[in-house]
């Protein structure tokens, strides 16, 4: 099982940069897939930014051109670098990773369905 810990969200405002990173400890495997999660109030779970098992990165449509998702692979740290900030990118994000093929075939619908989540990291932008 694998412990994550996300950290780096803070109140910015729109059109502002902030970088947030996820510590991971326990089974982690150079296989996993990984990737940052978002949710806001009364909304379901949304995902953000993907590295699936390859290193091929892929986003969510609505932070194309504005995220990037990477790993420090030697720490167990994924980073998300967020820019231009928008308010509708106000959230809790969170990471999460997985070393089941079969779950990380299936993108961010296979990486939403892991077991366990940290307690994730408020990011709020103001107009």
């Known amino acids: 099982q694998v412990q994550l810990v996300e950290s780096g969200g803070d109140s910015v405002e729109a059109g502002g940069s902030l970088r947030l990173s996820c510590s991971a400890s326990?089974?982690?495997?150079?296989?996993?897939?990984m990737g940052w999660f978002r949710q806001v109030a009364g909304k379901e779970r949304e995902g953000v930014a993907l590295?699936?098992?390859?290193?091929?990165?892929r986003y969510a449509p609505s932070v194309q051109g504005r995220f990037t998702v990477h790993e420090d692979a030697a720490k167990n740290i994924l980073y998300l670098e967020m820019s231009d900030l928008k308010p509708e990118d106000t959230g809790m994000y969170y990471c999460?990773?997985?070393?089941?093929?079969?779950?990380?075939?299936?993108?961010?619908?296979?990486?939403?369905?892991?077991?366990?989540w940290g307690q994730g990291t408020q990011v709020t932008v103001s107009s």
């Open positions: 326990g089974r982690t495997l150079s296989g996993d897939c």
């Open positions: 590295l699936e098992t390859g290193g091929a990165a």
């Open positions: 999460q990773r997985d070393s089941r093929l079969s779950r990380c075939i299936k993108g961010f619908e296979g990486l939403a369905r892991a077991d366990t």
